[in-house]
């Protein structure tokens, strides 16, 4: 029998998510039968198609409004609303033996508890550590954080298997999930080599300046484009006027770091894209001096792996970031790091100083080529990937076996 997998995201569409979709191809190539169910969104809004073999179900979502506590409350009850009807859907015509539950939100569990009572088993994808999430957006233990805290736990508890993005994400599914290691499968977020490629620089996408500082992600508070602004301001206060900065990526903070670029006059110096296609996206990068990853000092960030920052390297880019631990461990010697304390200034100058040493860029952009061709690429993940499902459905076998004993 062939086994059959449910993957279940609800912070983006797929395949724009892209680990999720490089996930769901994978284990397709594996011999799984993958269903994936997403949210709708711009670009993607088929409730289903097939592709790359993968059934895609696409549920319906309210449109964006307040990016606060209440608003993404609404988001999440609204999704999970959906979540139940298409999980229960999918099961009754195509069927799984597997959920992969991947968070933001840690509610997708509540969905895979219908199913326990039939064997399927639960992956829990832990893409980002929800209460640091919440402290980092609203600086606030209240009502909403204590119910991030607990759901935290819960999902712990039911998860059979837990897929860590990284060595920081494993300590705390072993340690605050009180989870066995031998359940923990660590699934780092590498870039696609064979997609995610360097392309011909355009210079006009320097807009008329000499240099091209990069930016790709999401557009909202932790992410620490308010500092990227100012560092910009500083920039431009030096009297340099030969940098361009461009910012890829939506999210609920665009429209304000737009209104803050325009108070700050910075039109000819900043420019935020929105989402672009992503022949756009490489694009820019690949036409850019320089990549930067302002993701602002905070327990969040410190123990989170952002995407961006491989995919820089990916296309041999020099980095500037602030000095946080996985960050770190990621860029190694194709970054430089800034003062955590001193943010504005010191990223001004680290930004600078590779501007003005193009042989350091060279060097330190290959450093991280070589760093993603050797360990960090997509392809060294997916081992880790089959493991986890490996052990997920051993885990199955087992249950089944002991209700065969109990029945007889």
């Not at 799984?32 to 969104?41: A, I, K, Q």
């Not at 711009?42 to 073999?53: H, Q, R, V």
């Amino acid at each position: 029998m062939r086994r059959k997998i449910l993957i279940i995201v609800e912070n983006l569409p797929v395949p724009f998510d892209t680990r999720v979709w490089k996930e769901a191809c994978a284990l397709q190539e594996a011999g799984y039968e993958v269903n994936v169910l997403s949210p709708r969104g711009k670009g993607y809004t088929k409730g289903f198609e097939i592709l790359e073999s993968v059934h895609v179900y696409r549920h319906p979502m309210p449109n964006e409004g307040s990016s606060g506590a209440l608003g993404y409350l609404l988001e999440y009850s609204c999704a999970l609303f959906w979540e139940f009807l298409y999980s229960w859907w999918i099961f009754l015509t195509r069927g799984f033996h597997v959920i992969q539950g991947c968070n933001p939100p840690d509610n997708i569990v509540l969905v895979a508890l219908m199913f326990k009572v039939f064997g399927v088993k639960y992956i829990f994808d832990h893409h980002d550590a929800n209460p640091e999430l919440y402290l980092s957006k609203y600086d606030r233990e209240d009502l909403f954080y204590r119910v991030q805290v607990w759901l935290e736990k819960f999902t712990f508890r039911f998860s059979d298997v837990v897929m860590a993005t990284n060595e920081s994400y494993k300590a705390l599914a072993v340690e605050r999930g009180e989870r066995d290691p031998k359940n923990v499968f660590v699934v780092r977020n590498g870039p696609d080599l064979e997609k995610f490629k360097l392309v011909p620089a355009e210079p006009a996408l320097k807009r008329g300046k000499a240099f091209l500082v990069g930016y790709v992600g999401t557009m909202s508070i932790q992410e620490g484009l308010d500092i990227l602004i100012d560092v910009a301001a500083e920039i431009k206060d030096r009297g340099r006027e030969d940098v361009q900065f461009t910012c890829v990526g939506g999210g609920p903070g665009l429209a304000g770091l737009r209104q803050l670029v325009k108070e700050k006059n910075l039109e000819g110096t900043v420019t935020f894209t929105g989402r672009v296609p992503d022949a756009e996206l490489l694009s820019i990068l690949s036409t850019a001096d320089v990549c930067v990853n302002p993701d602002k000092p905070c327990k969040m960030n410190d123990m989170s792996t952002m995407i961006k920052v491989p995919e820089y390297m990916a296309l041999g880019k020099p980095i500037v970031q602030f000095d946080l631990k996985e960050g770190r461990f990621s860029a190694g010697d194709a970054s430089l790091y800034c003062d955590n304390d001193d943010q504005v200034r010191d990223f001004a100058n680290k930004i600078l100083w590779l501007l003005d040493h193009p042989e350091e860029r060279k060097r330190m952009g290959a450093c991280g080529r070589q760093r993603i061709e050797q360990e960090l690429a997509w392809k060294y993940s997916v081992k880790n990937l089959i493991a986890a499902y490996e052990s997920a459905f051993e885990k199955r076998r087992d249950y089944a076996a002991a209700r065969v004993i109990a029945e007889t």
